[in-house]
């Protein structure tokens, strides 16, 4: 899925059918066992929320509670999807850019999400630290990965069958730009950005087709709820939920847009976003800001 036109460090899913070829109706349980563990630890409602990696804002559904919603992802061709379910709700922005760089002021999100994208990131410090500017004091960081240390990869491992141990910290790089992390790995490189982890979940604990086979996407996730707790206390799922926040002094822009440059507040136009201060106009296509192609004076 690479194009030659992105930075070599970004899984490119321009011109992908992401949605229909991975959701298809054998994924409904991850996709219901996602929704449950959001909707247990996101807070309910906010001013600002950024999804960040929003694809085709599979999860929108779940941020009713938030008056302004930033669905950002470096896919044009996600992104109008996204468009195409969110665009007549005028809470919604679709932004096209890379999330290491986002035009998100300090402290204006009282809600981050990031879900199923952190596979993709060489480089986890890049990212975690624009979480943490963005967050407003007391924000909610949910963030969502594969987890390397988990049943599968432990029983492989033991078998022989996998040379790679499951208990080491290091990420897992298992086919190009997609990664397994450690839930240690994570929590430290959170941590290194004042990053705190307030509650932790153990997910997908039943993607395993034979079950997926036997029972039903909701009665699995019933059990999957019963057993969280336990589970949660040392994760050994195919994925993890976090959620973290950050402790930095009060003061927030919530829901404010900044040129990327120099960081002074954009104005949002029918034309795009204006930076008055750089005289630069990032555009908007097709109802997406596009923060990827570059501005053009004005
Ligand atoms: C597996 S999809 C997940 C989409 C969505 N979060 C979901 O769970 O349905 C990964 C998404 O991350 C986006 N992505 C990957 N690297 C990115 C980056 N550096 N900046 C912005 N988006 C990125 C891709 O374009 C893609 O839409």
């Given at each position: 899925m690479k194009h030659n036109h992105a930075p070599t460090d970004i899984c490119d899913y321009e011109g992908s059918d992401y949605r229909e070829r991975f959701w298809t109706a054998e994924r409904r349980y991850e996709d219901l066992a996602e929704r449950h563990a959001l909707r247990a630890l996101l807070?309910?409602?906010?001013?600002a929320l950024a999804d960040l990696g929003a694809g085709f804002g599979r999860l929108a559904d779940l941020y009713s509670g938030y008056e302004r919603i930033f669905l950002v992802d470096y896919s044009r061709t996600m992104l109008r999807q996204a468009r195409e379910r969110w665009?007549?709700?005028?809470r919604f922005t679709f932004i096209a850019t890379d999330?290491?760089?986002?035009p998100l002021a300090d402290s204006s999100c009282d809600a981050v999400v990031m879900i199923?994208?952190?596979?993709?990131?060489?480089?986890?410090d890049g990212v975690f630290q624009e979480v943490a500017r963005v967050l407003a004091a007391g924000g909610s960081f949910l963030l969502e990965f594969a987890n390397k240390r988990h049943l599968k990869a432990i029983g492989r491992w033991a078998l022989r069958?996998?040379?790679?141990?499951?208990?080491?910290l290091e990420p897992i790089e298992f086919a190009e730009l997609n990664f397994d992390f450690h839930p240690v790995y994570v929590e430290r490189h959170l941590a290194r950005q004042g990053l705190t982890i307030e509650k932790r979940r153990a997910l997908s604990l039943f993607r395993w087709a034979p079950l997926k086979a036997r029972f039903s996407p909701a009665q699995l996730c019933r059990a999957e709820a019963a057993l969280a707790p336990l589970a949660s206390l040392y994760p050994l799922s195919p994925s993890v939920l976090l959620r973290a926040r950050v402790e930095k002094p009060a003061g927030a822009a919530l829901g404010q847009l900044v040129c990327p440059r120099c960081r002074r507040t954009l104005t949002l136009e029918r034309l795009g976003a204006k930076c008055e201060a750089c005289r630069l106009l990032w555009p908007s296509i097709d109802g997406v800001l596009d923060f990827k192609g570059g501005p053009r004076p004005f």
């Open positions: 807070p309910a409602r906010g001013h665009g007549s709700d005028p999330i290491r760089r986002l199923r994208v952190l596979h993709h990131l060489r480089e986890i069958r996998q040379p790679w141990n499951p208990f080491s």
